[in-house]
């Protein structure tokens, strides 16, 4: 697991971020994946994830327990970035820039709210294409957006499935970001709301979410607690 760490990216946030713009201003490709304990704690098991962190993509913190497990290992990993704040950084740029979009994941009635949002408030945007998560064949839609080659993709299906058909697709990927954003659709299509700014300025976001949704609390100790357990013994 402290192999992964230290994969981690370790400046600001708005330096990722523009490391991203020149990505995408030059054509590049780059596959990330937000590390969370849920990540690390299910690689244990799942040699396709692990398979998929041994490699060299982009790895963000994605949860504070993550940036406090890189410091007591002495891994100088400044800020959590967050999948939703790369989803909605992306966006900006898109609009920004005209770049194309595809969206995969989330139930349909999320998806087409958040393509409505996009077409209404990031004009800008060229939507190539967008499917929901309740597909019958995930390698369709995958090889679909491969040959549409978007500027960005963003796949909400959740820890591991949405990394792994990323990994599965990715050599054949000509430019573009590409990343798992989870639940993101749901908070970016106004399904759900954010946590308020209070609780992430001081990183508690996970616990608004588990106030909101008290069946997280078991997951959260699989997760979250184990992680921080295996951390300390380190």
């Given at each position: 697991m402290q192999k992964y760490l230290k994969k981690i990216y370790k400046d600001s946030k708005d330096k990722y971020f523009n490391e991203l713009a020149k990505d995408l201003n030059s054509k590049k490709k780059r596959f990330i994946i937000t590390v969370n304990p849920e990540t690390l704690m299910i690689s244990e098991n799942d040699n396709e994830l692990k398979a998929i962190l041994d490699s060299n993509f982009s790895y963000v913190a994605d949860g504070i327990a993550v940036v406090k497990a890189c410091k007591k290992l002495n891994l100088d990993v400044k800020e959590r970035i967050t999948g939703i704040d790369i989803a909605e950084y992306l966006l900006n740029v898109a609009n920004e820039n005209s770049y194309s979009l595809y969206l995969f994941g989330a139930k349909e009635e999320v998806i087409n709210l958040l393509v409505d949002k996009i077409k209404n408030e990031y004009?800008?945007?060229k939507i190539l294409g967008y499917s929901?998560?309740?597909?019958?064949d995930y390698d369709k839609v995958m090889k679909k957006i491969v040959k549409l080659n978007p500027d960005i993709c963003m796949v909400a299906l959740g820890i591991p499935l949405q990394e792994k058909l990323i990994y599965k697709y990715f050599k054949e990927v000509k430019k573009g970001i590409y990343i798992g954003v989870g639940g993101s659709f749901d908070v970016l299509s106004g399904s759900k709301k954010r946590a308020?700014?209070?609780f992430i300025k001081l990183n508690l976001e996970w616990l608004y979410r588990i106030v909101k949704e008290p069946k997280r609390i078991k997951r959260f100790w699989n997760n979250n607690i184990k992680f921080m357990l295996k951390i300390k013994k380190k």
């Amino acid at each position: 697991m402290q192999k992964y760490l230290k994969k981690i990216y370790k400046d600001s946030k708005d330096k990722y971020f523009n490391e991203l713009a020149k990505d995408l201003n030059s054509k590049k490709k780059r596959f990330i994946i937000t590390v969370n304990p849920e990540t690390l704690m299910i690689s244990e098991n799942d040699n396709e994830l692990k398979a998929i962190l041994d490699s060299n993509f982009s790895y963000v913190a994605d949860g504070i327990a993550v940036v406090k497990a890189c410091k007591k290992l002495n891994l100088d990993v400044k800020e959590r970035i967050t999948g939703i704040d790369i989803a909605e950084y992306l966006l900006n740029v898109a609009n920004e820039n005209s770049y194309s979009l595809y969206l995969f994941g989330a139930k349909e009635e999320v998806i087409n709210l958040l393509v409505d949002k996009i077409k209404n408030e990031y004009q800008n945007i060229k939507i190539l294409g967008y499917s929901n998560g309740y597909v019958d064949d995930y390698d369709k839609v995958m090889k679909k957006i491969v040959k549409l080659n978007p500027d960005i993709c963003m796949v909400a299906l959740g820890i591991p499935l949405q990394e792994k058909l990323i990994y599965k697709y990715f050599k054949e990927v000509k430019k573009g970001i590409y990343i798992g954003v989870g639940g993101s659709f749901d908070v970016l299509s106004g399904s759900k709301k954010r946590a308020p700014k209070i609780f992430i300025k001081l990183n508690l976001e996970w616990l608004y979410r588990i106030v909101k949704e008290p069946k997280r609390i078991k997951r959260f100790w699989n997760n979250n607690i184990k992680f921080m357990l295996k951390i300390k013994k380190k």
